[in-house]
């Protein structure tokens, strides 16, 4: 075999019996493991076969490392235990014996690149939050703004940044490790309120034109530019037809030239009556314009009693 | 362990007195991981795993008993060597003892069975 194949064949069996050990504590799996990568190229080094076909599965190579340094240590006393801590690996010894468990523990290494990407996109989310404020943030930035290109790029960058400390590409110390185990646990905690400010989307349409209620922006935007007809309606909600309209200096009120056509109704003395609303329009290819669906403001119920007229004598 | 009637699993007979045999390995003279493997099978101990004895070379060492260094190899990887310290050689003589005892013991318990039969 090859060197460098060899030493992947290490590096692959290592970090598989690694993974087998993750439950046992820290401490303990240091001292355990602290020379295994060491060992293995020994062994490897004796023999052209990959250390899969001589030690067999690393799963059943770390059940008997494990038993191999604990069962005995309690026998000769070499290392006193606490009951507590006896009691503790007995429950873990259980639980990993477990087939759900197992099976589990078996599919947590193919899961781990999704939380690299993942863990990566939540931390540039978190910081975007940050520096932003936490208006406007959306699932996915966008990237016909600045800050979406700048939010983009990070992600990608975070996202390779984070793959490799995943794969330990990168020359990992111990004291690295262990900040890197408190990042992810981090990131995870600082996600959620992130993710609850996100809300469903739809306010954020809606914040947009219509800080406040659409009313009040409707009346203060003026209806001059733009207006290409009026629906009036009574206060009770009817809609007027017909209804003339003059502005400050007691001209007819007639809206901006559109490809709209109108039909202008004449008044018994053959004029055109131009500004009687709602102009009855059409589009230019003779469809019909469809009236738009109004809200209409809740007004307050000063409906007129109506007082009964005084009679006049 | 065995009292289900089933002929002695020797691998479970070897988990007992794996330390010992290490120990015995060692005392003759300094050895890497492997290198204490293949001597073991060599004497006839052909039931262990690589894993146990790597696993008993490390707890004895983190005991104490085991003294550690590290040899530059010019073909292959840099190997560990152990070998005895004090305490390892007095750990060794109180095994030996215990396990001569024990063996005697047995023996006695075998053959007296065997002349019984007889």
């Known amino acids: 075999m090859p060197d460098s194949s060899q030493a992947n064949d290490v590096a692959s069996y290592a970090a598989a019996v690694r993974s087998a050990l993750a439950h046992l504590p820290a401490a303990e799996r240091e001292i355990l493991l602290e020379d295994l990568e060491n060992h293995l190229a020994e062994v490897a080094s004796e023999s052209e076969l990959s250390l899969r076909e001589r030690l067999g599965r690393p799963e059943d190579y770390a059940v008997e490392l494990r038993a191999a340094y604990g069962a005995a240590s309690e026998a000769a006393g070499a290392r006193p235990r606490m009951p507590f801590g006896n009691r503790v690996t007995a429950l873990l010894r259980a639980l990993t014996g477990d087939m759900p468990y197992r099976a589990l523990r ?61 794969r330990r590409a990168m020359p990992v110390s111990r004291g690295w490790r262990g900040a890197v185990v408190a990042g992810n646990v981090a990131i995870g905690i600082l996600a959620l309120p992130v993710l609850a400010s996100m809300g469903t989307g739809s306010n954020i349409a809606y914040s947009y034109d219509y800080s406040t209620d659409p009313y009040v922006a409707a009346a203060s935007a003026g209806y001059y530019p733009g207006v290409t007809n009026i629906y009036p309606y009574s206060r009770d909600g009817r809609p007027l037809t017909d209804v003339l309209l003059y502005d400050q200096e007691g001209r007819p009120l007639v ?59 | 362990m065995q009292a289900d009637g089933h002929p002695i699993d020797t691998s479970q007979l070897l988990k007992g007195v794996l330390d010992l045999a290490v120990l015995a390995v060692l005392a003759d003279h300094d050895s890497y991981g492997y290198d204490v493997l293949r001597r073991l099978r060599d004497s006839g101990l052909d039931g262990i795993g690589d894993a146990s004895v790597y696993g008993t070379l490390r707890r004895l060492y983190q005991a104490g008993a085991l003294k550690s260094y590290v040899v530059a190899s010019d073909e292959g990887p840099h190997r560990k060597y152990y070998g005895l310290n004090d305490r390892g050689r007095k750990a060794l003589d109180q095994s030996t003892e215990t396990w001569e005892s024990f063996t005697k013991a047995l023996d006695h318990l075998l053959n007296g069975r065997s002349t019984a039969n007889a």
């Open chain 1, 106 to 166: 078996a599919l947590l290494p193919e899961l781990a690149p999704g939380w690299w990407v993942l863990r990566a996109y939540l931390a540039v989310l978190f910081l975007a939050f940050v520096l932003r404020d936490g208006t406007n943030l959306t699932p996915i930035p966008n990237p016909f703004s600045s800050g979406g290109v700048l939010q983009i790029l990070a992600t990608l960058i975070a996202i390779g940044i984070s793959v490799r400390l995943g």
């Open chain 1, 255 to 313: 809206p901006e030239k559109t490809d709209l056509v109108i039909d202008v109704p004449n008044g018994t003395d053959g004029l055109p009556i131009p500004n009687a609303y709602p102009l009855n329009e059409r589009q230019a290819n003779g469809d019909p314009v469809v009236a738009p669906r109004v809200a209409l403001p809740p007004l307050q119920t000063s409906t007129p009693t109506p007082t009964p007229p005084t009679p006049s004598r």
